[in-house]
């Protein structure tokens, strides 16, 4: 651990974060990007395979968080979990301060799907995407409507960030700042302040990223240390249009509102009814716009759950493991012959 990274992450290395169980993977995408692939498995024959995708910012303890790991409840009930780090996250190398959400979706992604195939045997998979790793599906299933993908779980996603009172919204007046930086330092300032977190310091900070009532405060410390990156003002400029009238558009045109109908994967859209990132009712705006007849859950209290959510929490939140895990797996496995 050199210098400049213990400086940039301060707290992460003191954790003793332990390796991801049944192996790595290095991926290489077509521009020469050298990506990394995590696998947790099940104990004896591996059932269906499940690619966990984290989203804007994060990696893969999304998905593997030290102490609450959704991706090892899944395996335990018999899912073979892949867990890739999109460029610049994690284990994967940053190719400098200047890609966008087409290199994650037309890059990243061909070259994870087919290694996936290739380790496991099996085309087909299930696909789980938080955030931005739900985004990614969206588009994946639009433009390769012909993919063997056999359900999609969305976590914390959306496509009209109009809706609701999306905190990314206060980002727009800077938007003339925010360009002339490569990037914003998003991780290291989540990782300076992990000591912080849960003592009522940085409730702003916080709520934009899980509704403190939800997470113990030595967990919200971790998730602050380890669960964040700095982003590339280009990928951020290339997502700016669900904030707007436009909405998303991809490098080559597509304006991605036009094509929701064309959606065709079995798909669960799941939301927190305090998610300052994805509100609640741009989640459920998705789900009534998307094509292919999705289900809809919203968790909070008013749906009768011990607690409200946000956006992580959704994840790796006090209750997740009771109310959010089994319906994730309560729709992976009634797809699971799909």
């Given at each position: ?39 947790v ?53 940053r190719p400098?301060?200047?890609w ?37 599906l ?7 409507p ?60 916080e ?9 113990e ?42 094509h ?53 929490d ?10 959010v ?14």
């Amino acid at each position: 651990m050199g210098l400049r990274s213990l400086l940039l992450r301060p707290w992460g290395p003191l954790l003793g974060v332990p390796p991801t169980p049944g192996g790595r993977f290095e991926v290489v995408t077509d521009d020469g990007v050298r990506l990394a692939l995590h696998r947790v498995h099940p104990e004896g024959e591996p059932g269906p395979v499940v690619m966990l995708l984290h989203g804007l910012s994060a990696n893969r303890h999304t998905f593997n968080f030290p102490g609450r790991s959704l991706a090892a409840y899944l395996a335990g009930r018999g899912f073979d979990c892949f867990l890739p780090e999109l460029r610049g996250a994690g284990d994967s190398a940053r190719p400098g301060w200047h890609w966008r959400f087409d290199d994650c979706l037309r890059r990243d992604l061909p070259a994870f799907l087919a290694t996936i195939r290739r380790v496991t045997g099996r085309q087909a998979i299930h696909w789980v995407g938080h955030s931005m790793g739900g985004l990614l599906l969206l588009c994946h299933g639009i433009l390769t409507p012909a993919a063997p993908v056999s359900s999609g779980i969305m976590l914390g996603s959306a496509i009209d960030y109009r809706l609701g009172a999306s905190a990314f919204r206060w980002l727009l007046p800077a938007k003339g700042l925010l360009q002339t930086m490569p990037f914003v330092p998003y991780g290291t300032l989540m990782s300076w302040l992990a000591p912080l977190a849960g003592r009522g310091v940085i409730d702003l900070a916080e709520a934009f990223s899980y509704w403190p009532e939800n997470l113990e405060p030595a967990m919200a410390r971790r998730l602050h240390a380890i669960g964040f990156h700095a982003i590339p003002t280009s990928l951020l400029m290339s997502l700016a249009g669900v904030l707007g009238d436009a909405g998303l558009a991809l490098d080559d045109g597509t304006k991605v509102r036009e094509h929701l109908g064309s959606y065709r994967i079995p798909t669960l859209v799941l939301g927190g009814s305090r998610d300052l990132q994805a509100p609640a009712a741009a989640v459920a705006h998705l789900a009534s716009v998307l094509g292919g007849k999705p289900e809809l859950r919203i968790f909070g209290r008013e749906h009768g759950d011990s607690e409200e959510y946000g956006h992580f929490d959704l994840i790796v939140g006090k209750h997740a493991p009771q109310e959010v895990w089994p319906a994730i797996s309560a729709w992976l496995e009634g797809h699971r012959s799909a």
